[in-house]
């Protein structure tokens, strides 16, 4: 199986400060298609998980701008430009690339 | 609104079943395949389960491989998580999650099962 490695497990944010987490895949993630399938979720305390991100870089309907993907091949990031109070949570990277699905353990981003 | 519904979880007996179901609305659910992700107690998430739209493939993650079986009903948009001879490590809640092609995007509010004695 994939292995999807996140750092940091834990990431204390001054709000209105940035913040940038780092997921590693133990392969590549980028499909015959040219595509790269990997996915940031949020997960809010005492809520269900919801997707941000998906290929990389790629926003979803109603997630603000100022969460932002990049990488490539195995090495990607989620930077957060300047943290609000909503922002607090787990974050999980996912590949699609490869069966089966696997997700990196989790950042929790909390307020300092 | 697309939206997922799970029902069906509760306490069980290990060596225990129970049956999951997930109803769908908002979407094409026929031509859509589906997933099921658990999270244990302060745990992260674990894929579990897929289906293709029309129930021909599943597969299975290794920890529920001969145990669990998912499948599907189309005509009343619902997803179904059969889910035999428990152990207390299935312990978790799980979600019914949209296939969105090598990705999932709308994620169930979860349904807990707990297994114990």
């Known amino acids: 199986d994939v292995v999807m490695t996140q750092s940091p497990l834990s990431l204390p944010v001054t709000l209105g400060q940035p913040a940038s987490i780092s997921c590693r895949s133990s392969q590549s993630l980028v499909y015959s298609d040219g595509n790269t399938y990997l996915t940031w979720i949020q997960q809010r305390p005492g809520q269900s998980p919801r997707r941000l991100i998906y290929k990389v870089s790629i926003r979803d309907s109603g997630v603000p701008d100022r969460f932002s993907g990049s990488g490539s091949g195995t090495d990607f990031t989620l930077k957060i430009s300047r943290v609000e109070a909503e922002d607090v949570g787990v974050y999980y990277c996912m590949q699609g690339r490869h069966w089966p699905l696997t997700f990196g353990g989790g950042t929790k981003v909390e307020i300092k | 609104e697309v939206q997922l519904v799970e029902s069906g979880g509760g306490l069980v007996q290990p060596g225990g079943s129970v049956r999951l179901s997930c109803a769908a609305s908002g979407f094409s659910f026929s031509t859509t395949w589906m997933h099921w992700v658990r999270q244990a107690p302060g745990k992260g998430l674990v894929w579990v389960s897929r289906i293709e739209s029309d129930g021909s493939n599943t597969i299975y993650a290794d920890s529920v491989k001969g145990r669990f079986t998912i499948s599907r009903d189309n005509t009343k948009n619902t997803l179904y998580l059969q889910m035999n001879s428990l152990r207390v490590e299935d312990t978790a809640v799980y979600y019914c999650?949209?296939?969105?092609?090598?990705?999932?995007?709308?994620w169930g509010q979860g349904t807990t099962v707990t297994v114990s004695s």
């Open positions: 999650v949209r296939d969105n092609y090598y990705s999932i995007d709308v």
